[in-house]
């Protein structure tokens, strides 16, 4: 695989995981509870499948990467990279709400 279809695949990959954030995201807000395994086994799935494709990216040359076609697709990459983390972090923060609200006894009133 050459650096710049293992960029393209990385890419298309960092994509699919961004879309299946943005599904957890909404889910959380609408339904306020855990989504089904299913969402975690389809995240699980990407991220084996981002694993080789990294592993391709790491075994690139140096200066294969350094070309300006491909500088751009790195830095667009990089930037939806942050977007995914970003929303993983707003998503884990939603998860954590929706199981504390879970297990929250009411205190009696005084």
Not at 1 to 18: G, I, K, N, R, V
Not at 61 to 90: N, Y
Request: proline content about 6%; some cysteine.
């Amino acid at each position: 695989m050459t650096p710049t279809e293992a960029l393209h695949q990385h890419q298309q990959l960092c994509d699919e995981l961004h879309a299946l954030s943005l599904e957890e995201n909404s889910f959380l807000q609408q339904h306020r509870r855990a989504p089904g395994p299913e969402l975690a086994d389809s995240k699980r799935q990407l991220l084996e499948r981002l694993d080789a494709v990294l592993g391709a990216l790491r075994t690139a040359p140096k200066g294969a990467l350094g070309e300006p076609s491909l500088r751009q697709a790195l830095d667009a990459t990089r930037a939806r990279v942050l977007q995914i983390l970003q929303l993983e972090r707003e998503n884990e923060q939603l998860l954590l709400r929706v199981s504390l609200g879970a297990h929250r006894v009411a205190a009696p009133a005084p």
